[in-house]
């Protein structure tokens, strides 16, 4: 089976068809269809990743095709390849709701490969956004479920246990109850907590337990990014919006309309950005760059921060009027220090899908390694503990049957 990414292009010309396997076959794992039906036929094969269509068909029009697509696969990345439109029009995208990009023709290989790639890259975001990379592979015999059959058992699971392991008197079981609490209700909400503590591991709490469960959900971190980068992350841009901007474009906020964006390190975000962000969540819209046409978008926005913005806000970096938006319902998350009872259940449950990622087995901690694990400060909280354990699941014995004796760090935690 190829590695590269599998992307499938539909024309009815056959040279148009050659030319772009001529362009992609070093790159991707290219197929092609002349039809339709050919198309379906590969969907229901193969594990397509992206897929691009001429934008008239004979048989059906392809556009309508792609909303099809989005109904039945609605993971793949979706594009319309159109012959070049005059400088200074525009397309208007309103009618195909979840198209990705559109590329003229005739296009640059280094542009073509370049965008394809970043669709890619969008294709694994997403799935790894919706928990659904166990089992999603969809490789012909091994199973006919549907990936609305998975999002429902993905449902059940959180609906039934949030994925945030603790013991029966831990204080984080005051925390999950008010996500569970909130989470069917239609409203912005605040996470608060040191890096580390959890915080998206409760914004998909919060998803899954919400009437958007079904919907994607879409992670962006704020402080990793510079405003011009955050802005055509987040909303779309037209062609010449701005230097690089050789094609349409639909940004993070419409592509995952009618679910969930996870806003993290929200206390990053410029003034100046601060203002585009209010303008989704008063308004409902977006205006994309380099366009005076606003854009409906129907998403729920969960931020996070590390931050203490009560105190940004009063300091005047943080815009009130946009606190009080996100902030509908605030939640704050624990440190780690503070749910010492709650690391031996979180170390063992950490180790277990350490040990299924790196294809190594133990039979548990010593007490030795459980007593400094529980005495350790843990300034970087769960997340610095998951990288001890599998530092300690590496450095210890592999022989049957044997416990992680040669913890080397834990002495180390221990002391401090």
Known sequence: MSKLPTL??????SGIRQAMHRDLKEVFDLRTASTIDDAQSILQQEWVQVMLVGQYHSDIGGGEFLEQVQQKWPEVIRMIVIDQIPSGETIDTDDHEGIYQYISRPW???????TLRNATRLFELQRKNEAL???LKMVSGNSDESLTDKRSKLHKRHHCDDGMVRTANSCMNEVCEKLRQ????????LLSGESGTGKELAARSLHQNSLRWNKPFVVENCGALPDELLESELFDYIRGAFTGATEDRVGLLERAS???????????VSPAFQVKLLRVLQEGEIRPLGSGRTRKVDVRIIAATNRDLDGEVSGGRFRED???????VTVSLPPLRERRIDIPVLANSLLESAMQSLDKRVTGFTDEAVACMQA???????????NEVRHMLVMGRRSI???IADVTRAPRAASG
């Open 322 to 328: 946009l606190y009080y938006r996100l902030a509908t």
């Open 108 to 114: 640059r290989r280094d542009d073509l490969i370049l």
């Open 8 to 13: 499938l292009y539909i024309d009815e010309d």
């Open 376 to 386: 350790f400060h843990w300034p970087g909280n769960v997340r610095e503990l998951q």
């Open 133 to 135: 990379s166990i089992g």
């Open 258 to 268: 009618g679910g969930t964006v996870f806003l993290d390190e929200i206390g990053e």
């Open 182 to 189: 909130v989470a069917p209700y239609d409203v912005s909400v």
């Open 401 to 403: 049957g044997s416990r």
